[in-house]
């Protein structure tokens, strides 16, 4: 495992208020987009510059013209250049309005940094914590990280991990290297990303692939669920047998697209739903798990392989927490 991580990274940081201003009289910024904040759209921008000031305020005030590009009003969906002179008018966060990560999230994420260079982050995510907020939870990792590092100015998600998922998450500190690396992504070159994942039953030796097509629903109730269908995007993971245990297999997984919960939906179209999943698995295969002490999924990003835009690669191991490799030496005394 690489592990550059330069003197003090992974420490606790001062944290700031998450409000925009924190003096009586606000007054108008002048800010020059550079090449690294090119490209983005103003709304985007925005959000992330002003944080803590809820998306409804930023959008309006782009509406109403307060924001201007080189003087002149701009629709929210306007992309930035190199060069281009922003107006950002007074804006007030009231405390209430305020978000601050708690600390007990900061706490779990001091000291997750597996990997750090100039432009690159990658932290081993712990399980429980979403990785931003939205629908109904109000600070994720990426807000937290923004919190404990306010010299950073461009971090952002490169990827996304489940809230019950842990292990390797990819943070950018410059566009560039978001940019660089989402397209690695789409392209599927240069990122592999290997998980383990312990399944219910006895995964076959000869299941290496589920090519299952996958296709997106939202309930009534909002919540969103993955099924297989005809109709859904081609998708496929390839599985390797690590270890066979009691009434249960732990396997590797590559995903070799990227769709929502992909894994652990072609786990459980393979008959072998990931243990500990309430939404795609059984109650009564969660009871192996829940006699071997472990009450959320076992699922785990446990290494990252990538090409960077200078031809250097990284090969990064999360190693398993310890609440999953209990839970296989409990399976393994069974």
């Given at each position: 495992?690489i592990?550059?991580?330069?003197?003090?990274?992974?420490?606790?940081?001062?944290?700031?208020?998450?409000?925009?201003?924190?003096?009586?009289?606000?007054?108008?910024?002048?800010?020059?987009?550079?090449?690294?904040?090119?490209g983005q759209?103003?709304?985007?921008?925005?959000?992330?510059?002003?944080?803590?000031?809820?998306?409804?305020?930023?959008?309006?005030?782009?509406?109403?013209g307060?924001?201007?590009?080189?003087?002149?009003r701009?629709?929210?969906?306007?992309r930035?250049?190199?060069a281009?002179?922003l107006?950002?008018?007074?804006?007030?966060?009231?405390?209430?309005?305020?978000?601050r990560?708690?600390?007990?999230?900061?706490?779990?994420l001091?000291?997750?940094?597996?990997?750090?260079?100039?432009?690159?982050?990658?932290?081993?995510?712990?399980?429980?914590?979403?990785?931003?907020?939205?629908?109904?939870i109000?600070?994720?990792?990426?807000?937290?990280?923004?919190?404990?590092?306010?010299?950073?100015?461009?971090?952002?998600?490169?990827?996304?991990?489940?809230?019950d998922?842990?292990?390797?998450?990819m943070?950018?500190?410059?566009?560039?290297?978001?940019?660089?690396?989402?397209?690695?992504?789409?392209?599927?070159?240069?990122?592999?990303?290997?998980?383990h994942a312990?399944?219910?039953g006895?995964?076959?030796?000869?299941?290496?692939?589920?090519?299952?097509?996958?296709?997106?629903?939202t309930?009534?109730?909002?919540?969103?669920?993955?099924?297989?269908?005809?109709?859904?995007?081609?998708?496929?993971?390839?599985?390797?047998?690590?270890?066979?245990?009691?009434?249960?297999?732990?396997?590797?997984?590559?995903?070799?697209?990227?769709?929502?919960?992909?894994?652990?939906?072609?786990?459980?179209?393979?008959?072998?739903?990931?243990?500990?999943?309430t939404?795609?698995?059984?109650?009564?295969?969660?009871?192996v798990?829940?006699?071997?002490g472990?009450?959320?999924?076992?699922l785990?990003?446990?290494?990252?392989?990538?090409t960077?835009?200078?031809g250097?690669?990284?090969?990064?191991?999360?190693?398993?927490p310890?609440?999953?490799?209990?839970?296989?030496?409990?399976?393994?005394?069974?």
């Open positions: 495992m592990n550059s991580v330069p003197q003090g990274a992974g420490s606790r940081k001062p944290i700031p208020e998450c409000s925009v201003s924190q003096g009586p009289t606000p007054s108008v910024r002048w800010i020059t987009i550079d090449g690294e904040e090119a759209r103003l709304d985007n921008y925005l959000s992330r510059l002003l944080k803590g000031v809820p998306k409804t305020r930023v959008y309006r005030i782009i509406r109403k307060e924001v201007r590009v080189n003087k002149k701009v629709t929210a969906d306007y930035l250049q190199a281009d002179t107006r950002i008018p007074p804006v007030r966060v009231t405390e209430k309005e305020a978000t990560a708690p600390v007990s999230v900061m706490d779990k001091a000291d997750t940094v597996l990997y750090e260079d100039a432009r690159l982050l990658i932290i081993n995510k712990p399980a429980g914590l979403a990785v931003h907020g939205g629908s109904g109000n600070c994720g990792v990426i807000e937290a990280l923004r919190q404990m590092r306010p010299h950073e100015k461009h971090l952002e998600l490169v990827h996304r991990l489940d809230r998922t842990s292990g390797c998450l943070i950018a500190k410059r566009r560039s290297m978001l940019c660089h690396l989402h397209g690695q992504l789409q392209q599927r070159e240069g990122v592999q990303k290997l998980y312990l399944v219910a006895r995964w076959p030796a000869r299941r290496l692939m589920v090519k299952s097509p996958l296709q997106k629903n309930l009534r109730s909002g919540e969103r669920m993955v099924r297989v269908h005809p109709e859904g995007k081609t998708s496929r993971t390839r599985y390797r047998v690590l270890e066979r245990l009691r009434n249960a297999t732990l396997v590797e997984a590559s995903p070799l697209t990227g769709r929502t919960h992909q894994i652990r939906v072609h786990c459980q179209d393979a008959g072998h739903a990931i243990l500990g999943d939404k795609y698995g059984s109650d009564a295969n969660n009871t798990l829940q006699q071997a472990l009450r959320r999924l076992f785990h990003a446990s290494s990252l392989g990538l960077l835009a200078d250097k690669t990284l090969n990064i191991e999360a190693p398993l310890d609440d999953l490799q209990k839970v296989l030496k409990n399976l393994n005394n069974d």
